[in-house]
């Protein structure tokens, strides 16, 4: 196991009706007068806006709204919240909503108290060493950016999307989590948020470290738990027990936990971070394209963990790790299919993918020779993007 730092300071509240601590928890948080950052209006349609403000203004803390921040959230929104929290000297950042609304609060967070460019940060220039408390109400089990440090923005120039990574400066402070909030989720978003805290823990999972049996342990367990509850609020949208427990995987799977002690790999992530940048597909989805692909790589050029996963968390009985490997993913795709997701570029909605394109932007914003897992060139990630096809 390698030697690790792990802070996760963000104070989880997690529960029925904890919205109406959102005041409180600003208040904790040290902020008096905040910026209210929202998507495209279903936290507005299923009034749990209202119940955050009514809360706020219990608590006496003062609120602008940034709201209709788009899946996929891209740099515009970002630099109107900055003027907004610099011309009214706001204090604080209260997202409600998924990765996207609360990505594009900690981006500005760090962008209004630097004194260039937010951009800088994301771009690789600047390191985001101080930024505006942000706190988070949780409306969708996905992303894991109410537990991470990470924000992700897509550049409209260039169509470039980016995962800014901190250590602690973007965690938020507070995350409430009430399982309720999420009753209203289409099914296709319910099942995009599974494949990727999936997919966040096995970003982790394949590395190369030896002697990590507690993370993988760890790791193997959630991804099962994630796997028997997933059908259930498949099947009943309703069941509180069911979205609590797929809830809090989503915030395991990214908070840190499944990843200390070992090289990560990432790279079926910046794949597909092309992929939604060029297509603007949902984030979830394009991964239950590309992680399988991934693997059916890995299978033929370094299919050891791989085959451990299959025994482990699919519970294959096969010796030989490139069956094992390739029997895994058959089951991994048949529980995507089976969840609704799609698994090929055409299901996706995207019938002749530019390749070419997405091999160009891939390296040209993650390097020549990507991925710890296994190294892998042009040529390779090349191969794999075809794989989904
Ligand atoms: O915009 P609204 O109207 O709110 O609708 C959203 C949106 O259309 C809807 N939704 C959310 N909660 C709902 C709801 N609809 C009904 N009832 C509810 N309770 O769901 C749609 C998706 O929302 P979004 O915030 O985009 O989802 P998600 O949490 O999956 O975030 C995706 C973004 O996060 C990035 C992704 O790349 C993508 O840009 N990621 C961020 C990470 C991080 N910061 O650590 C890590 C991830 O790997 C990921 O890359
Ligand atoms: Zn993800």
């Known amino acids: 196991m390698n030697n690790f730092v792990f802070y996760g300071p963000t104070k989880y509240v997690f529960g029925k009706d904890k919205e109406s601590m959102t005041g409180e928890l600003t208040r904790w948080m040290g902020a008096t007068n905040v910026l209210l950052v929202y998507g495209g209006?279903?936290?507005?349609?299923?009034?749990?806006?209202?119940?955050?403000?009514?809360?706020?203004?219990?608590?006496?803390?003062?609120?602008?709204?940034?709201?209709?921040?788009?899946?996929?959230?891209?740099?515009?929104?970002?630099?109107?919240?900055?003027?907004?929290?610099?011309?009214?000297?706001?204090?604080?950042?209260?997202?409600?909503g998924g990765g996207s609304a609360i990505d594009t609060a900690k981006a500005i967070a760090a962008g209004t108290v630097y004194g260039g460019d937010f951009w800088d940060f994301y771009a690789g220039r600047s390191v985001v060493e101080d930024a505006l408390p942000v706190g988070v109400v949780l409306t969708i089990p996905a992303a894991g950016s109410e537990g991470s440090g990470n924000s992700v923005i897509t550049r409209i120039d260039g169509l470039h999307k980016i995962s800014l990574r901190t250590e602690s400066a973007?965690?938020?402070?507070?995350?409430?989590?009430?399982?309720?909030?999420?009753?209203?989720?289409?099914?296709?978003?319910?099942?995009?948020?599974?494949?990727?805290m999936?997919?966040?823990i096995m970003e982790r999972y394949f590395t190369n470290t030896q002697e990590v049996e507690i993370t993988d342990r760890v790791s193997e367990g959630v991804l099962k738990a994630i796997i028997a509850e997933a059908p259930v609020v498949m099947s009943e949208p309703d069941n509180y027990d069911a979205r609590a427990n797929i809830m809090w995987s989503g915030t395991l799977a990214h908070n840190g936990v499944c990843g200390t002690?070992?090289?990560?790999?990432?790279?079926?992530?910046?794949?597909?971070?092309?992929?939604?940048?060029?297509?603007?597909?949902?984030?979830?989805?394009?991964?239950?394209?590309?992680f399988p692909a991934w693997m059916t790589f890995m299978s033929q050029h370094h299919?050891?963990?791989?085959?451990?996963?299959?025994?482990?968390?699919?519970?294959?009985?096969?010796?030989?790790?490139?069956?094992?490997?390739?029997?895994?993913?058959?089951?991994?795709?048949?529980?995507?299919?089976g969840i609704g997701l799609p698994v090929t570029f055409g299901q996706l909605g995207i019938a002749n993918p530019d390749i070419p394109l997405l091999v160009k932007k891939l390296h040209e914003n993650k390097g020549d020779v990507i991925g710890s897992y296994y190294r892998l060139t042009a040529a390779d990630t090349e191969e794999i993007y075809r794989l989904a096809l």
């Open 41 to 96: 209006g279903s936290a507005v349609r299923s009034g749990l806006l209202d119940r955050v403000k009514k809360s706020l203004d219990a608590a006496g803390v003062g609120y602008m709204e940034h709201g209709g921040v788009q899946p996929n959230p891209t740099d515009d929104k970002v630099y109107e919240g900055i003027a907004i929290c610099r011309d009214n000297r706001l204090d604080g950042l209260v997202a409600v």
């Open 170 to 196: 973007l965690r938020p402070r507070f995350a409430v989590m009430n399982p309720e909030l999420t009753f209203t989720l289409p099914p296709f978003q319910t099942a995009c948020g599974i494949a990727d």
């Open 198 to 200: 999936m997919a966040h």
């Open 261 to 290: 002690g070992r090289q990560e790999d990432w790279v079926s992530h910046f794949m597909e971070h092309e992929i939604s940048a060029v297509y603007n597909v949902a984030h979830g989805a394009g991964l239950a394209v590309v």
């Open 303 to 337: 299919p050891e963990k791989v085959a451990q996963y299959a025994r482990r968390v699919f519970d294959v009985a096969e010796a030989d790790d490139t069956k094992a490997a390739v029997e895994a993913v058959k089951r991994l795709k048949a529980f995507f299919a």
